[in-house]
């Protein structure tokens, strides 16, 4: 006797919910099951059947996979989690019986069966034993953007999926880092996701989509939306900020950001940080800053030399006087030894007092050689510039003498270029006179970079010549650490605890 042939699984995508953008092929498995399954309430109506109804045979075996709970509570031991997971586990067992059978199994899903979709559940627990085909389907996504009638997504732009699910704050701050973004799920979480949208600063951006291609459809501004009319079967959507006016609702006038970027690309680039140079008009900045930064259709960037600081900063407050967003593009922190000082003097002068001006935070350069090499400045440190350009010698030494003595672990900023090649020597023979020789000194060089190179000496081997304007000097405390663990990695970490006196 042979042995039986088992049945084929079919994860069938139905699309939004006009039944005609089922695809062919959907229609086709379809056709061809033995099996029709499909997810409910326990109401028993299933969106999934409806949508598929012309199809389904006098002669179709039906099994109504009926979820035991959905946002109400639960009295199973295990909770909503513990119920569902039961559910899960008792319909992949039926569905298997069928295969076993050697009967073809059709699973119907909404959109597409592999994208926020009950399908997945029963692919996961039974695509390994048994041969199986997705048939993708339109999403909700697709639908929502098509309905609204404009473009979801542009040329380098990137689109964010998000379930309303989520914390209110990572919401906000995903809202705020993307071009374009669709939030999924909503129904009860409307007024957090709403929320999230105003604090982000894209609320009169958003759109609304109800029930995209099926009865009942709704499409408006997100602001406008009843929070107690927003079914589950709805999206908030951001589309394409290319090309698009801007939005009623928006803030009139202009206003100048000054960004903090990091140390390098946009591994260190904070949410804040990505959601306003995106929605700037025009990026002002060093162009070896203003680089780091993806260019946008539609902005305009003004890269200039890194000595015009002043000028750079009435620049960009004239373009914001006239009603542009303005980003000043600064590296690592804008308010250490950067931008934001010198926009803030110049939007002090009274012809500029009405232009608004937020500065937003970045990664320093501080904070990454200390991450790189461990936990340097994990105690009191000073930062210290040691260029000369703006302040004399003589004051820069006063203040190193006062941190040695101190005994404070030093960030040393600008220590060195090709104009300046003393000033590291000088300060290393002052701090001597307080510190021991062995004293630990990170040298973090384009930390973040491709030519990043983190290495940690001794105080009495700092060379000069190994020092340039793209490092930064990290000097430990008497109580600084240096240790190797392991396979030789080394670390460093002052201690939070000082010895008692």
């Known amino acids: 006797m042979s042995e039986q042939k088992t049945g084929r699984l079919y994860g069938v995508g139905l699309g939004p919910g006009d ?11 379809i056709a061809e099951a033995d099996v029709v399954a499909y997810h409910s ?33 639960t009295d199973h031991p295990g909770g909503y989690r513990g119920a569902m997971e039961e559910f899960y586990a008792e319909a992949a067992a039926r569905l298997a019986a069928h295969l076993d059978a050697g009967r073809t199994v059709a699973v119907l899903a909404e959109g597409d069966p592999l994208f926020y979709g009950s399908y997945m559940h029963m692919h996961k627990r039974l695509a390994d034993r048994y041969p199986t085909e997705v048939i993708p389907g339109v999403t909700s996504v697709s639908a929502a953007a098509a309905r609204l009638g404009t473009p979801l997504v542009e040329g380098e732009e990137v689109l ?19 071009d374009a973004a669709v939030v999924m799920k909503l129904g009860r979480t409307f007024p957090a996701v709403r929320g999230a949208f105003e604090a982000s600063g894209r609320l009169p951006e958003a759109r609304y989509v109800e029930r995209a291609t099926m009865a009942g459809e ?46 390098a690309g946009p591994l260190w680039l904070t949410p804040e940080t990505r959601g306003a140079l995106a929605a700037a008009d025009d990026l002002v900045g060093y162009t070896t800053y203003l680089d780091r930064v993806p260019v946008r259709p539609g902005q305009v960037r003004h890269g200039s030399d890194n000595k015009v600081e002043s000028e750079r900063a009435e620049f960009a407050l004239d373009l914001a006087r006239r009603g542009r967003r303005v980003a000043v593009v600064s590296g690592g922190d804008p308010g250490v030894f950067a931008m934001a000082t010198a926009v803030l003097e110049v939007a002090s002068q009274d012809e500029y007092a009405q232009v608004p001006v937020r500065v937003l935070p970045g990664v320093t350069a501080a904070n990454a050689a200390a991450a790189r090499a461990g936990a340097p400045l994990g105690h009191d440190y000073a930062t210290i510039s040691l260029s000369d350009r703006l302040k004399p010698w003589e004051v820069i030494a006063e203040r190193l003498r006062a941190a040695a003595t101190a005994d404070l672990v030093l960030a040393l900023y600008n220590p ?33 970079g491709p030519a990043e190179n983190v290495r940690t000496v001794r105080l009495a081997d700092l060379d000069p010549a190994d020092v340039d ?21 080394q670390i460093v970490w002052t201690p939070r605890r000082y010895p008692e006196g």
């Open 19 to 29: 039944p005609a953008l089922m695809t062919v092929r959907a229609v086709e498995i």
């Open 41 to 73: 309430a326990r109401h028993g109506r299933s969106i999934a059947r409806s949508i598929a109804a012309k199809h389904i045979r006098a002669d179709h075996v039906e099994e109504p996979l009926v979820y035991p709970v959905t946002t109400e509570t």
């Open 160 to 178: 964010t999926i998000l379930p309303g699910t989520l914390p209110q704050e990572e919401l906000t701050a995903r809202l705020a880092a993307t």
């Open 218 to 263: 709704r499409v408006g501004d997100l602001a406008g939306v009843d929070p107690d009319s927003v079914p589950y079967f709805a999206v908030a959507v951001l589309p394409s900020r290319i090309g698009a006016p801007r939005p009623e609702g928006a803030p009139e006038g202009g206003e100048v950001a000054v960004v903090g970027t990091g140390p």
């Open 416 to 448: 060195g270029s090709r104009s300046r090649t003393w000033q590291v020597g000088k300060a290393r023979d002052l701090l001597l006179e307080h510190r021991s020789p062995d004293t630990p000194v990170v040298l973090g060089r384009d930390v973040g």
């Open 469 to 489: 304007m793209r490092t930064i000097l990290l000097v430990g405390s008497s109580q600084t650490r240096w240790v190797k663990r392991g396979a030789g990695q």
